[in-house]
């Protein structure tokens, strides 16, 4: 099984950045996997944000965050990054880390994630 943390999250004014962390820990993790960040305001459903396969470090983004959002992977340290540029207000959400394990294609469907981690609050002041 797979354990996910996610970290980083916090009040910032908008225009300005943030930079969450997703920890894994758990064994086996030698093989591929696909890390996907999503985020859920209230009274909205989860989003797909970004994602990111550690074979290869390709990456695939949500329309509505391209260009403002990065994501990264440190393998060694089975931490995945993503990085928030250009804050916006309707960015507030919960932030959450998920891992697929057997489907390696880079989609941001909830369903196709397996493990999920407990969510960081990203909080954009306008």
């Known amino acids: 099984e797979v354990q996910l943390q996610a970290s980083g999250g916090g009040l910032v004014q908008a225009g300005g950045s943030l930079r969450l962390s997703c920890a894994a820990s758990g064994s086996p993790f030698d093989d591929d996997y696909v890390i996907g960040w999503f985020r859920q305001a209230p009274g909205k459903e989860r989003e797909g944000v970004a994602c990111i396969r550690r074979s290869d470090g390709s990456t695939h983004f949500a329309d509505s965050v391209k260009g403002r959002f990065t994501i990264s992977s440190d393998n060694a340290k089975h931490t995945v990054y993503l990085q928030l540029n250009s804050l916006k207000a309707e960015d507030t959400a919960v932030y959450y880390c998920?891992?697929?394990?057997?489907?390696?294609?880079?989609?941001?469907?909830?369903?196709?994630?397996?493990?999920w981690g407990q969510g960081t609050l990203v909080t954009v002041s306008s």
């Open positions: 998920a891992a697929s394990r057997w489907y390696l294609r880079l989609e941001l469907k909830p369903i196709i994630y397996d493990f």
